[in-house]
């Protein structure tokens, strides 16, 4: 290979990835127009497996809903072929419906006269084992461990009787695979013994497996808490941040997350903006953090919804581990785990909302708390907005793709295209303003697009806009 050869392939090598065009795929739940949403069925909490052949949701009245892919058996090859394919191969992602439980019920606590709502606040996957499915669900107090297995029904003329003379309901005469979902606990104790509880005074806000498969944390708003997935009678506290005086108290975690390789390290974030990871090996209360990441705040910019809209709301580790994102009220953010002088790409959500800082206040929607996801090969980020509206950006060094796509059947309906590579200069944002606010579209702040998974291996998003799942690829 020549020099000429050799420097054009280095140029290709280092051209970003062209913007993607995103398709409607799937909805689950579409409500017809002057339907009336029960608020038990907004869906509160969204999750791909490992393999993203299963798809889990979670909502509002305590129900954990499964999705199984179908495309994938279909295609004539193994699962290894199919991860070995190219990822920027566009496929369309076909899912089924396959099993629904009640996760969880609602409570009160008679000793704190506090009622607990059944509402899903998140779902994690957990590694499979002998054909069944594994997961984690949550409400504000109490942690399940779940197992969904298949039952096979035997036929009637397996067992050498003739089906003729089958009394009773004609589907009993015939074979089919039942889904039963139940409370499991790998040691196989006693029902009492796979609900983890009684550990957290405040809401739970996250929890998250360790890549060891064994055990896995949650936290409140002062405390994160380390389980053994077999033992549930027990945690040990691994953060507080708890001041002695409560009129001390300055900042809350927010969300916490494992590293998905290193099992001794883990990142939690706080109501400041901040982000800390710790190593598990350096004690056994790990309220010294190894690294601390913020952004240092720029002079005169300092105003009373600094602090309200600088809260992390969800951070998510990259595949590989070696980069973070993080979802405060306005921006998206990514760090870099080596670089702790502040985040290596800024991503302006929503920045026409910054003048209506007072009525977002007033209604409480600055207090919205949107989630984050990166796609399996790192490239791009993906959060929602109001109006059912989600932003993708691409997050490779020279890319300025920024996409707004909308939760229906039209994606790109409302599609505004804003060309600024993403940065935190000050006229990459007025035209952005610009360029949203005379687009003409009105905003609705009632419906917002607060949940959202990247498929783990392909360009594919699954969304949630009140009790409807949409699903989108590229």
């Not at 099992?263 to 982000?275: D, P, R």
């Not at 809260?311 to 581990?321: E, V």
Request: aromatic letters at 10%; charged letters at 25%.
């Amino acid at each position: 290979m020549n020099g000429g050869d050799e420097g054009a392939e280095s140029a290709a090598q280092a051209s970003p990835p062209q913007p993607l065009e995103w398709k409607f795929s799937q909805v689950f739940g579409e409500r017809t127009a002057g339907e009336e949403v029960q608020e038990v069925d907004i869906i509160s909490a969204i999750e791909f497996d490992k393999t993203g052949d299963h798809l889990a949701t979670g909502d509002r009245g305590g129900r954990v809903v499964l999705f199984e892919r179908t495309d994938t058996k279909d295609h004539g090859g193994s699962r290894r072929d199919l991860e070995r394919m190219d990822y920027s191969t566009s496929r369309h992602p076909e899912f089924r419906y396959k099993t629904e439980f009640q996760s969880h019920e609602p409570e009160f606590d008679y000793l704190k006269s506090l009622e607990i709502e059944e509402k899903i606040n998140k779902i994690r996957w957990c590694q499979t084992a002998n054909g069944a499915l594994f997961l984690l669900s949550t409400n504000d107090k109490t942690i399940k461990f779940w197992k969904v297995q298949e039952k096979k029904v035997k036929k009637i003329a397996d067992m050498n009787v003739d089906p003729s003379k089958a009394v009773g309901n004609g589907n009993v005469a015939s074979s089919s695979n039942n889904v039963s979902p139940k409370p499991y606990l790998a040691n196989g104790g006693s029902p009492s013994k796979e609900v983890y509880a009684h550990a957290h005074d405040y809401h739970i806000n996250s929890i998250s497996n360790n890549s060891d498969g064994e055990t896995f944390i949650s936290a409140d708003d002062l405390r994160i808490n380390l389980w053994n997935l077999e033992i549930s009678n027990q945690s040990f506290n691994i953060v507080d941040v708890k001041p002695a005086n409560m009129e001390d108290l300055t900042e809350v975690i927010t969300s916490a997350e494992f590293h998905p390789t290193h099992c001794n390290m883990l990142a939690y974030s706080s109501s400041k903006g901040s982000i800390r990871l710790i190593d598990l090996r350096q004690s056994a209360l790990c309220d010294s953090h190894a690294i601390l990441f913020e952004e240092q705040e720029a002079p005169g910019s300092r105003s009373f919804f600094t602090e309200i809209i600088a809260s992390i709301s969800d951070i998510k580790f990259a595949k590989d581990g070696r980069h973070i994102l993080s979802r405060d009220y306005m921006t998206l953010k990514l760090w870099d785990i080596n670089m702790d002088s502040g985040p290596v790409a800024t991503f302006q959500v929503h920045e026409y909302l910054r003048p209506k800082l007072c009525d977002l206040y007033e209604n409480d929607s600055i207090f919205d708390k949107f989630e984050c996801c990166l796609s399996g090969d790192g490239l791009r980020v993906a959060t929602g907005s109001y109006s059912n509206l989600f932003r993708v950006f691409g997050c490779a060094p020279g890319s300025t793709e920024a996409t707004t796509l909308e939760a229906s059947k039209n994606p790109m309906r409302r599609q505004v295209q804003t060309p600024s590579r993403p940065s935190r200069s000050l006229s990459s944002i007025t035209r952005v303003v610009r360029r949203v606010d005379t687009n003409g579209n009105s905003f609705d702040f009632t419906t917002k697009l607060l949940h959202l998974a990247w498929h783990p291996t392909e360009n594919s998003i699954a969304c949630a806009a009140a009790n409807s799942l949409y699903m989108y690829y590229a």
